[in-house]
């Protein structure tokens, strides 16, 4: 009898550890960004001692993968190599890290647990006095200036979201919930991150904000009815334009050469990394299938940041052939400052990632768009599309 009653006591403290150290089901995470804590939920599954999971932000649903089980720490990555999460089982909790490597390192702490965050109801006067179009200039420490939007709009399901806007694009498509008198906004797709953090002054809006792991600014005394500076704007490109970068088979590209000559041709300098890029390129890929025929090329510079060249060509091989990308894709090297300006011969003042530039079938730059404006920012989306096309027909006419 006293055998029988140690084996269910051993069974029993068996299931409970067991229970205690599992990763399976849903998981209400925060990542504490330079901003603030950003939410996003983990949902991990256990089939034949393997895990496989889910990063859910209310937008993006990213897939995660290599997993690593010791014990009662759980580690795992996205399709990128530079992004790494790592956790661990203390007291019902996960508590760990989301670590992302490449040319420089950043590592923020991660803390998830079972039950879901508490999120305060707002009223409809809230909702009303919070929703529009605010505009404020941004400046940092050494002085520089830049111009901010942000677009914060109420769904018809009472959902709330928005973005913000500056030289260099959007932040991507953002969710909302209130915190006491604060509007949160966030966006984390496991790889790149942006967060407001808002609140009234009478009718100004102040927020703190990250659009990277590593940033966090101030807008202070945003207004609304104001509108960005004009994107054709802010790069500037001299005449003469030249390149000479690698494609993914190892081959050199040239420009000008013969096989552009003649062309109307968008050179896209952009990056894996980057989220706006990720927005802009499937409307790319559309322009390419539509216009290829009557003498359209596209060629992207990528300006990457992995740890190594190895690992750099592997994203951009990923991101081809992930978004069936049938235009040129070269390696133009490391994201580092100024590389583009030192890289590219023609360019004068970079203003950011995407950078389009329209080049006419006798070689001259006849436009340049600085940043993209994606599905997050509705009207602008459209607006902006518009205004590719619009100057793709008329270089085409030509």
Known sequence: ?????????????????????????????????????????????????????ELWDGHHRVKLQDFKLED??????????????????QNG???????????????????AKKTPPQISNSTGKELRMFTGEWYCIDKNESG??????????????????????????????????FQADKLILSRFDGQSLSLVVAKLDGERLEAAVSTSPRSQFTISGARKGVTLPDPTKVAKINPGLQFSFNDLQGKTINFPSEEFKGKVVIVNVMGTWCHNCHDETPFLVELYEKYHSKGLEIVSLCFEAQETEEQDLKAIARYKS?????????????????????????????????????????????????????????????????????????????
């Open 1 to 53: 009898m006293r055998g029988l009653i140690s084996f269910f006591l051993i069974l029993f403290f068996s299931v409970v550890v067991t229970a205690q150290n599992s990763f399976s089901g849903r998981w209400y995470a925060t990542l504490q960004a330079p901003a603030g804590e950003m939410p996003f939920e983990l949902t991990f599954k256990k089939i034949a001692k393997k895990y496989s999971g």
């Open 72 to 89: 009662t720490r759980l580690s795992f990555g996205i399709d990128d190599a530079r992004v790494r999460f790592e956790v661990e089982r």
């Open 93 to 111: 909790d996960l508590i760990g890290s989301w670590t992302r490597g490449g040319t420089s390192v950043t590592k923020l702490a991660v803390v």
């Open 144 to 177: 520089k200036e830049t111009p901010v939007t942000l677009i914060i709009r109420t769904k018809k399901n009472g959902a709330i979201e928005g973005t913000g806007i500056d030289p260099t694009g959007d932040f991507g498509v953002m969710v909302g919930h």
């Open 322 to 398: 992930s978004r069936k990308i049938p235009y040129t894709m070269l390696y133009a090297g490391k994201l580092e400052d100024g590389a583009p300006a030192k890289k590219i011969t023609g360019i004068e003042n970079f203003g950011g990632y995407p950078t389009n530039i329209f080049v006419a079938r006798d070689g001259k730059i006849e436009a340049t768009h600085t940043g993209f404006w994606g599905p997050a920012t509705g009207e602008k989306n459209t607006q902006i599309k518009k205004e590719f096309e619009d100057t793709l027909t008329q270089l085409l006419s030509k």
